[in-house]
T-cell receptor, first 117, second 108 residues
Framework: GAVVSQHPSRVICKSGTSVKIECRSLDFQATTMFWYRQFPKQSLMLMATSNEGSKATYEQGVEKDKFLINHASLTLSTLTVTRAHPEDSSFYIC?????????????FGDGTRLSIL | TQLLEQSPQFLSIQEGENLTVYCNSSSVFSSLQWYRQEPGEGPVLLVTVVTGGEVKKLKRLTFQFGDARKDSSLHITAAQPGDTGLYLCAGVWTPLVFGKGTRLSVIA
């Protein structure tokens, strides 16, 4: 089946630094990738949608200059959290979809636990 | 904005009991999905329901899609500790629209 790999699975960094999270589709080409954030005991909240080769579309309230998304290839999207703040500590999950059609399934990664000290 | 309401938010039951989780929306969805998520992991797709009135079974789990395709339910028969987790319904839209989830705890 379709596999999405996220790396790292867990990262701790200092406040003010930047951290990059990678999301790879291992056995299919992902035209569209999604980045979600999940706070403790809450559901997944969409941060942004990225289509390969174009700029990401951010959800309302998500700072595009702080959460940099790059979807440079059909198998890799990266999320860089810049100027990290303790409030950014969360569980970040990516998902990938083969096409742009709504009925194409989204395949989820295992998430990245980000802790900002 | 497409909203999905799930109930109950939290559920703690004894092993062997039955339970039902509900997912409701004011919007019509072409299809709806149910996921289970365990701590520290991404959500795992359990089922996709497409047709209004559709019923799908996955071992002890029964999923139903409402006739109007605005609501869905998940029924678990004879719950086991291994069923513990966060159950999320998601309306198939661009992108997926997630409910807030039902956190289930099954006590042995």
């Amino acid at each position: 089946g379709a596999v999405v790999s996220q790396h790292p699975s867990r990262v701790i960094c200092k406040s003010g630094t930047s951290v990059k999270i990678e999301c790879r589709s291992l056995d299919f080409q992902a035209t569209t990738m999604f980045w979600y954030r999940q706070f403790p005991k809450q559901s997944l909240m969409l941060m942004a949608t990225s289509n390969e080769g174009s700029k990401a579309t951010y959800e309302q309230g998500v700072e595009k200059d702080k959460f940099l998304i790059n979807h440079a290839s059909l198998t890799l999207s990266t999320l860089t959290v810049t100027r990290a703040h303790p409030e950014d500590s969360s569980f970040y999950i990516c998902s990938a979809r083969k096409g742009r059609q709504v009925n194409q399934p989204q395949h989820f990664g295992d998430g990245t636990r980000l802790s900002i000290l | 904005t497409q909203l999905l309401e799930q109930s109950p938010q939290f559920l703690s039951i004894q092993e062997g009991e039955n339970l039902t989780v509900y997912c409701n929306s004011s919007s019509v969805f072409s299809s709806l999905q149910w996921y289970r998520q365990e701590p520290g992991e991404g959500p795992v797709l359990l089922v996709t329901v497409v047709t209004g009135g559709e019923v799908k079974k996955l071992k002890r789990l029964t999923f139903q899609f409402g006739d109007a395709r605005k609501d869905s339910s998940l029924h678990i028969t004879a719950a086991q500790p291994g069923d513990t987790g966060l159950y999320l319904c998601a309306g198939v839209w661009t992108p997926l629209v997630f409910g807030k989830g039902t956190r289930l705890s099954v006590i042995a």
